[in-house]
Nanobody, 115 residues
Framework: QVQLVESGGGLVQPGGSLRLSCAAS????????MGWYRQAPGKQRELVAV???????NYADSVKGRFTISRDNAKNTVYLQMNSLKLEDTAVYYC?????????WGQGTQVTVSS
């Protein structure tokens, strides 16, 4: 059974940090492009960061220098380290796995940045 399970979301103050995790099962994790997307209320889902099997990364301009995506192929897990969080980072964050026609999503984890 294919599953992407996110964890690590929560409530944090502006300037704080969180680390999201996404554990994958049922796929050959190492050959998938892994990514994080987010969707804020009333907005479309948007790319946050992706990391290819070869290690290339791409970030949304809004998170460059603050967020870091990493992956541990031995643990079938992708991470998103989020530092210097801002109010506008509040959203549901979704894990994504892509390879060819496969486009897989997790259930999402809520990140709320509030003072």
């Amino acid at each position: 059974q294919v599953q992407l399970v996110e964890s690590g979301g929560g409530l944090v103050q502006p300037g704080g940090s969180l680390r999201l995790s996404c554990a994958a099962s049922g796929i050959i994790f190492s050959i998938y492009v892994m990514g994080w997307y987010r969707q804020a209320p009333g907005k479309q889902r948007e790319l946050v960061a992706v990391r290819t099997p070869g290690g290339s990364t791409n970030y949304a301009d809004s998170v460059k220098g603050r967020f870091t995506i990493s992956r541990d192929n031995a643990k079938n897990t992708v991470y998103l380290q989020m530092n210097s969080l801002k109010l506008e980072d509040t959203a549901v964050y979704y894990c994504n796995a892509q390879r060819g026609s496969d486009n897989l999503w997790g259930q999402g984890t809520q990140v709320t940045v509030s003072s």
